[in-house]
């Protein structure tokens, strides 16, 4: 019994606050601006208990598993979580519904610990339902709008079009095996045409998920739809969630069928950075912008998996460590200047540096850090990323990743540009940062400059998963 | 046929024990700036905006300083052991460890190339601190000019004794950066804008190709650090070494394309044909700037990068041959280009990539000694001539030829300083570049006519096109401009660098250089042959001579002369066209035919077929589309096809 206490202790936490968020909510007592302080002051909690206090071992005869790698992945995921509660308290303290918004958001990140933790396919169909549904309410939060309605509608009827092919794809998996467990499964797989047919079906949904293209078409309209916070939270914890327990699955339990996956990935991850460049070119508000741009992320952490080694899983969490910082502090500076000025276009954003230079570098660093321009957190990334990715593939293969390396840059710079060079007649006017958020673009600003060349984290990851 | 001697430095290089006689001393050359820049930069603009050019400069010297008695102290008292000059590394810190033996290291070295470097860019930095002191009076951005200074002294120095190739990485990108930022110091300017943002971005594209060298590189020869590598990569026994050669790809082996591409980093930087087009944009930065960046340091890391990496070179004799041809073909091309420019620092632009064409090619016809000392006679007589052409823009308020002539008497320093540098850069003896470049044309003489010839040929540009532009500048006509300007020829600050380096250039070519750099750390025999001189020598006089004709005094002899070439100088003058090249093919083949392509295909091929397969949807989607734009089922669609697709591909296709 013990054990399922410490062993669950991420979720349960997580179920605690969710409960406190509720009664709070029922007892009317505080105003918004307090109950924002509790939820910040919780989260924080929350993120540093997940390093105490932490044991590995499984529970419900395997069904839940707990590593020093899924630990880890937990607390990158509270770290994520508390970032963005702090980034966005602007939108917060207005929101009537805030505690409503937690405690979603919330059980989306307990799907996404159960996700990471699973042990077999059923909680893995449950996990990833409970992870994604209560997003497509983020999604549809601003509530006055008509745009972010049909975002949260968007979402939910492609998840469930995704949900749909995915337990096509399980049950055939059970067909094919007659296991539902990750331990087993692995030894009863052989790459036959049904066995093929399965796992496609099956990572389509993670490929939904992570945006990969051709399957990332609701992610533009989605991600300009909602609030900002839940764009972030799209794009930075739920990729980073579903990333973790994808790259565990193709290693782990889809090892019989290396060489169909290896290829799977290779296709896809050139279609993703080829196709979410192209698309990043041309988007003029910041938001889509992003998203795009998020888009040949992944990509490249696509060509990190299909290293199939130990570097290949290291180096795609270290790049998510640094991609949540990199990507939440852009998006907290769009959400703080679209929060007060209504400005979201990359037009509006010339001669931003005259009146807000802080905002400015903030931007500055996160889209050095997203281009990969050393000494940034984000070059270390992808360099670590591509030259796992190298060990195994063809050299055009990274000829041509590298070159996308450098389109992105020019795309990355344009913004820089525009907040730095371009001339406004108009341009944006000082805009008040809150408190909490200034301090986590601080916090993001400084894990930008430094992680890179802190060697400690990379080791401290390498120990966690190795 | 390779000298045996060059094959064996490897000894050399060997890492040495990590204390060294010199303590921890040199490790303040590149702090001291790096303390500048980050003081200036965070308090500099409020606090400090009266002294900060002092600053910088005092911090700079105090640098300059360290930097000569760590030279002295490596060239005379400790670096040689049984005659031959070791590397010695200062310190080293294991940064980024992947595996026992395989590790990111920080440190520093000195050997004699990187002890060389050390003096040229900390004089060279050091003057243009004095010079700047005088020429940006009066900037609002002063302290952030200083501070962007002080950042590239770091960020060079920090290149330069770096003892593994990703540090040198990491410090190459660190000078791209601070290079970007001083281009584009006016930035209320936009061709200044423009010129930093391409500058970024051709070096960016070339780093790319140093970033998948070194990797290449150093996945074969496990390690990153120099010393290791270059004994990895040049011991024929080892198996890395057989392994690196075994592998192929398209014709060549895994070391030969390693070392061309880490090759077209270097070129990128130093402005190596085709990847040179940055470069006389670049000279819309402050004067200064294109002194200490655009002639003496920066622009001079290829050339550092391909002699660090020498030993290696020398075993793959087609990545030697693309240094050479390289070399030689930006030598002439820049040549060419410089005789027809008006905007003299453009000339001065075209004729630093000529003078770099001639290092590589140096370095390509195992001329290394030669090649490092044109390196260092070139950074005294370039950083002259552009800071003499700054004091000249000072006065005349234009870089236009055409609207100088006559200064001679207005500004006798500045033409005298002037007169030296350029009789240093076409070869007149006893000046400077008259020795380096004669050991220069003597390597290549003994390894390839043609480039031989090259660079006789390009002597003789160089010294014609000099010559012209001295003769537009200070002769030609009477200086009748504005003479309501006070202030003359610049202060104090300015004419002391300017004499300075004058100096410098008129006798470092007595430096005994090949006791104290050669490729092998052993002293070189230096064998000087009159009689090979006098051709040199000849055909500079003859170019000087050729100026003196057509510019001494106005006349119409250029324009004469202008037309009898018609075709090809007109393509002279607009510099072969590389440029409108480069922006053909960017803008009408990458945007038009890629974008524009893709951006049909979405619309036609994808649409279409989405429309194809969804008639039936049509119908519910139009009326969804009353609401918004109802795509999802669209989405669903893709989704659909792309599953479907992919397990056909695998099922049936693939296996």
Not at chain 1, 96 to 117: D, R
Not at chain 2, 263 to 273: D, E, L, N
Not at chain 2, 329 to 348: E, G, M, N, Y
Request: hydrophobic share 55%; proline share 3%.
């Amino acid at each position: 019994m013990n054990e399922f206490f410490i062993l669950m202790k991420s979720e349960l936490l997580l179920g605690i606050i969710i409960f406190i968020l509720l009664f709070i909510k029922i007892g009317k007592g505080l105003s918004n601006e307090k109950m924002l302080v509790l939820i910040q002051s919780l989260l924080l909690v929350n993120f540093l208990a997940g390093f105490f206090f932490n044991q590995t071992g499984h529970l419900f005869g395997g069904m839940f598993v707990s590593t020093s790698a899924t630990i880890l992945q937990k607390n990158i995921l509270n770290l994520g979580v508390y970032l963005i509660s702090m980034l966005f308290s602007d939108w917060f303290r207005k929101h009537i519904h805030m505690p409503e918004y937690f405690i979603l958001m919330l059980s989306a990140v307990m799907g996404m610990f159960f996700l990471v933790s699973s042990g077999n396919l059923l909680l893995f169909f449950l996990a990833i339902e409970l992870a994604t549904i209560p997003v497509a309410a983020m999604v549809n939060f601003d509530m006055q709008k008509r745009i972010s309605s049909e975002a949260g509608m968007k979402m939910i009827l492609s998840s469930a079009f995704s949900s749909g092919i995915l337990l096509f794809g399980i049950s055939l998996i059970y067909g094919a095996t007659g296991t539902i467990q990750f331990a087993e499964l692995p030894l009863l797989m052989k790459a036959s045409p049904l066995m093929i047919m399965a796992f496609i079906f099956f990572i389509t949904a993670f490929a939904f998920k992570l945006s990969i293209v051709p399957f990332h078409l609701w992610t533009a309209d989605v991600y300009e739809g909602g609030p900002i916070a839940s764009t972030a939270f799209l794009s930075v914890v739920s990729k980073g969630a579903v990333a973790f327990i994808f790259i565990s699955m193709l290693y782990k339990v889809f090892q019989p069928m290396h060489e169909v996956w290896y290829h799977t990935i290779i296709l896809l991850s050139l279609c993703t950075i080829i196709l979410g460049n192209i698309f990043a070119l041309r988007q003029q508000n910041i938001k889509r912008f992003l998203a795009f741009s998020s888009i040949a992320q992944v990509g490249f952490i696509l060509v990190g998996i299909g290293a199939n080694s130990g570097a290949g899983s290291i180096s795609v969490v270290y790049f998510i460590l640094i991609y949540t910082f990199s990507n939440l502090a852009a998006f907290g500076v769009a959400a703080a200047i679209s929060e007060q000025t209504g400005k979201e276009n990359i037009q509006d954003y010339r001669g931003l540096y005259k009146e807000n230079p802080f905002l400015s570098w903030i931007m500055a660093l996160a889209l050095f850090s997203l281009a990969g321009i050393p000494p940034t957190a984000g070059f270390f990334g992808k360099l670590f990323l591509i030259s796992a990715g190298a060990t195994v593939a063809d050299y055009w293969y990274i000829v041509v990743v590298a070159l996308n390396l450098i389109v992105s840059l020019y795309y990355y710079l344009r913004v820089v540009r525009a907040m730095f060079m371009d001339k406004n007649e108009f341009p944006i006017q000082k805009v008040q940062v809150a408190f909490p958020a200034k301090f986590a673009l601080i916090v993001c600003g400084v894990a930008i400059t430094v992680i890179g060349l802190l060697s400690w984290v990379w080791d401290y990851i390498q120990t966690a998963l190795i | 046929m390779m000298n045996q001697h060059i094959l064996l430095p490897m000894h050399l290089l060997q890492a040495l024990p990590a204390v060294s006689a010199f303590g921890w001393l040199p490790a303040l050359i590149p702090l001291l700036p790096f303390a500048g820049f980050v003081l200036l930069g965070l308090f500099g603009r409020k606090y400090l905006q009266s002294i900060s050019g002092w600053l910088g400069t005092m911090l700079l010297l105090a640098a300059a300083g360290i930097g000569y008695y760590t030279a002295y102290e490596y060239f005379f008292v400790l670096g040689k052991t049984n005659g031959v000059y070791q590397a010695i590394e200062i310190f080293k810190l294991t940064w980024l460890e992947f595996s026992p033996g395989f590790s990111i290291d920080m440190g520093i070295v000195l050997d004699p190339i990187s002890v060389m470097m050390i003096v040229v860019v900390t004089t060279v930095s050091l003057l243009v601190h004095i010079y700047s002191l005088g020429y940006m009076k009066g900037e609002p951005r002063f302290a952030t000019y200083y501070s962007f200074l002080g950042l590239f002294t770091f960020a060079m120095l920090g290149l330069v004794l770096s003892t593994n190739i990703f540090q040198m990485y990491i410090f190459w990108e660190l000078v791209g950066i601070s290079s970007f930022l001083l281009i584009g110091f006016y930035y209320d300017k936009p061709s200044a804008v423009a010129a930093s943002k391409k500058a970024f971005i051709v070096t960016r594209f070339a780093d790319l190709g140093f970033l998948i060298g070194i990797l290449v590189l150093s996945f074969y020869a496990k390690s990153f650090d120099f010393a290791t590598l270059i004994h990895q990569l040049t011991t024929p026994e080892t198996a890395t070494m057989q392994s690196a050669i075994a592998a192929s790809f398209l014709g060549g082996s895994a070391l030969t394309w390693g070392l061309v591409l880490v090759f077209v980093g270097g070129a990128g930087k130093s402005a190596m044909f085709p990847l040179h087009v940055w470069l006389p944009d670049a000279m819309e930065g402050p004067t200064p700037v294109s002194a200490l960046i655009h002639a003496a340091t920066m622009v001079v890391a290829g050339v550092f990068l391909v002699a660090r990496l020498f030993p290696v070179f020398n075993v793959s004799p087609p990545a030697m041959d693309l240094v050479m041809f390289v070399g030689a073909f930006s030598a002439i091309f820049a040549a060419i280009i410089a005789c027809t420019q008006t905007d003299i620092k453009r000339v001065l632009a075209y004729s630093t990539m000529s003078q770099i064409g001639f290092m590589m090619f140096a370095l390509g016809c195992f001329g290394f000694t030669a090649s490092m000392f044109h390196l260092f006679t070139h950074a005294l007589f370039k950083a002259l001539l552009f800071l003499a052409a700054g004091a000249v823009i000072h006065v005349v308020h234009s870089n236009e030829m055409k609207d100088m002539g006559g200064l001679r008497k207005k500004m006798p320093i500045t033409h005298l300083t002037f007169l030296i540098a350029c009789l240093a850069i076409s070869g007149i003896w006893p000046f400077a570049g008259f020795f380096s470049k004669e050991g220069i044309l003597l390597a290549a003489h003994e390894h390839n006519t043609l480039i031989y010839w090259v660079g006789i040929v390009t002597s003789a540009l160089t010294a014609f096109y000099m010559f012209r532009l001295y003769f537009k500048i200070f002769w030609q006509k009477e200086w009748n401009g504005h003479t309501d300007d006070a202030h003359g020829e610049g202060g104090f600050s300015m004419m002391l660098p300017l004499l300075l380096l004058a100096a410098g250039a008129a006798a470092a070519g007595f430096i005994p250089f090949g006791k104290l750099v050669s490729a092998d750390g052993k002293p070189l025999e230096e064998v000087f042959h009159w009689q090979f001189a006098l051709l040199p020598l000849g055909v500079a006089v003859l170019g000087i001579a050729f100026a003196f004709l057509l510019y001494k005094k106005q006349n119409d002899r250029p324009a004469k002369m202008a037309a009898a070439l018609n075709g090809f100088y007109v393509a002279a003058k607009r510099k072969f066209y590389i440029d409108e090249l480069y922006s053909f093919i960017t803008t009408k083949i990458i945007f038009n035919l890629v974008g524009k392509a893709a951006a049909w295909f979405d619309k036609n091929v994808v649409n279409g077929l989405v429309d194809a397969t969804g008639s039936s949807t049509q119908f519910i989607s139009e009326k969804v589309r009353g609401i918004q734009s109802g795509k999802v089922q669209q989405y669903a669609v893709y989704f659909l096809v792309g599953a479907l697709f992919l397990a056909a591909l695998f099922i049936y296709g693939w296996r």
